[in-house]
């Protein structure tokens, strides 16, 4: 089993950047698939990024796609998620997710494994 610990949140204005890490730990951090969700008051917890085991391939939501990045560390047990070009609209709570060998797919409900979620906040 694994657990993510996601940090990295915080306040930033438009136009500015964050990093989000999430540490997961639990044996064999390989074995599984991560994901980004993000959840906006009184919004639904929607996908933004996926990344498979070995890091090769990643997917992402349109409304991010070309602003923010995903990544793994494997040797760290770390994923990571690069946010660029902050909107205000992206200001949400951002959940670290773990999977099993394959993506799932964008649901949450789908994704078995979660952290606590970090807060981003973008002013305008």
């Known amino acids: 089993q694994v657990q993510p610990v996601e940090s990295g949140g915080g306040l930033v204005q438009a136009g500015g950047s964050l990093r989000l890490s999430c540490a997961a730990s639990g044996r064999t951090f390989t074995s599984y698939v991560m994901g980004w969700f993000r959840q906006a008051p009184g919004k639904e917890r929607e996908f933004v990024a996926a990344i498979t085991r070995s890091g090769a391939s990643l997917f992402y939501a349109d409304s991010v796609k070309g602003r923010f990045t995903a990544s793994r560390d494997n040797a760290k047990n770390t994923v990571y998620l690069q946010l660029n070009s902050l909107k205000p609209e992206d200001t949400a709570v951002y959940y670290c997710?773990?999977?099993?060998?394959?993506?799932?797919?964008?649901?949450?409900?789908?994704?078995?494994?979660w952290g606590q979620g970090t807060q981003v906040t973008v002013s305008s």
């Open positions: 997710a773990a999977a099993g060998t394959v993506v799932p797919g964008t649901s949450a409900e789908k994704w078995p494994y």
